[in-house]
């Protein structure tokens, strides 16, 4: 008996050092390139307008150099090369598929079956579920763990996420409650999440992002919808086709009874039926009502501008007033991005200038797992308060804040917006709200499961990102050469590190970036980790330096100090119906008896008349 579990240990390590190893009849399921996305063709600088002090909506002629660099519809760019499971495509953990074909009539009996044999299944990764059950906690209460940062911090960072980037796919052709009983749950771009790779208890939804055509036929890339720049594309959209639907007269964005959004006469993401959803340049605007009620600050802040635009230059075109204004908010967004909200998360270095080499597309290892830190500040109630910050009505549970945008039609956005001032937000770490990791866009009363945490693991591996390992390398944190999770010991502690080990079994095999990294302790004074700090910062980093429209070079003097004096403290002062009060640096946690509140009527707000021109 001994001897056998000894032969069966010695062949699981080999195949585990050997990483995934290949069978004769493999193959994948479906044609994964199907429905690739074409990237935008490069094209020649004097196409573009050098002197237009006007950044282009879809990105582009920003950089002279390489137009189309950080424009919409180019490939998420890489820190470090991917890392599939094979042929550059295949993600890790996908079941394999000459077992599949040794069972009949394609139907699978039971897991065990699934995978064959005990070898089979050591050699597949744990599954992202797994790894959720076995590293991450899931909390329905609030109180536990405030972070440094109030919640508005975790909606900003949303707001700001859907500037930059969305990778889609075609989840459509996917069924939604996948049971993992036949093939054809696992034919391109479906590749659902087992609850377990060792018994046969079910799968979840998930469609694989679609690829980027590739006439070299390199490793699988993905391609961003979105301009990479803080260019405000949530607001504007980013191209003219959105720029039309939101676009009202005279410069302004169209807006609907109460002074909110525009509804969207034909939006196909999944809106509560009955009250509809609200439209803007992106198309997430109605995931949550926090989200929502932030676009429509910016929103105003637009409408409030091109008003006092038109007042202090009368002859510009409405065609001017969009611009200058959109100009403006944009430089208002990244002044309280980089000044108010990043400091909290981690440090950058000093900018100094414009510098054309720097390459601002988004990057895979950001947008796919160290961004989504946020998922672990979200809350699982957003508390309605009143102007005074009491309590105005019951708690809206994030599940029922999801694509719901009957509260905000009922009550407006700011009741909403008060809750976020004053609560926490969840710190960054294992724990993620019962609404992320087990009932994420799943209605009160409703059943289901779908866990975002999970989610992000899967994404990584359909992107093919590096194991976590490599990116502690690329990012110098540790041991250069990590012989065991003992070697983590100065960024994840002991109970995590057991956690981590006792899923993944070896520091060899692939360990996904975001479930090691969001187990790091948070660096002194900020909100995360070495790994996702050092991804986030070189992220940053890249689009301030690469962008020839960043706002610290793209205003006179006069208006530069305007520009700087705008926290979103004092947007909200100028956006919220009612507002009184409100703290100076509103992205840091709210201390009863402690934080200070400001009067809003004695706010010094941007001068409008050093627009004039
Ligand atoms: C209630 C709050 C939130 C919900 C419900 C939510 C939900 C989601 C969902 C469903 C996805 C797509 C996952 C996938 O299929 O791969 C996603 C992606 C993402 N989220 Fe969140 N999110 C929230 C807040 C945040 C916050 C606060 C941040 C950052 C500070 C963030 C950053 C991201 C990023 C970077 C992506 C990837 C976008 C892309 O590449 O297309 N999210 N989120």
Redesign the pocket.
Known sequence: MKLILLLTNMMQLILLTNGFFLLDKEKVIGDTRENCIETRRPFSRTICNALSPFSNLDGTCNNLQIPIQGSALTRVARFIPSAYARDGDTPVGFPFFSVFEKIKNDKITGIPLLFGNALFTTSVSPSPQEISDNVFQVINRDFVNPARAAHIF??F??F??HDM????GEPEKCVKKPRCQTLDDFKFPCNPILRSTKTNRGCNF?ARSSAACDVNKGPRDQV?QLTSYIDGSMIYGSSLEQLKRVIGLNGQLRTSRGNLLPFDPENERPCRKIKGCFLAGDIRVN??I??TSMHTVFLRLHNIYATKLKQVNPRWSSNTIFQETRKIIIGILQNILYSEWLPLATDLSPYRGYNPNVDVSINNG???AA?????S??RNNFDQLDRGFNVARNQVP?QN??NNIAPLLQNGIEETMFGLLVNDSKRVDIRFSE??ARR??IPPGSKGFQN?AA??IQ?GRDHGLPSYTEYRKFCNIGPNIVRSFDDFSGQINRRQRDNLQRIFGSVKSHIDLYPGAIAERPVRGKLVGPTFGCLIRKQFENLRDGDRFFFERNFKFTQLSEIKKMTLAKVLCLTLNQIVSIQDNVFERFIPGETRRKSCQNADVLDITKFKQ
Do not use: K, P, S
Request: aromatic share 16%; hydrophobic share 55%.
């Open positions: 975790m909606t960072g949303q700001i996420d980037v969305i990778i889609e998930f961003n995931e949550n926090a989200l950001f947008a796919t961004y989504r830190f946020g998922h500040l979200v994030l804040a999801f609404g992320i994420l866009f975002l989610i992000n994404r």
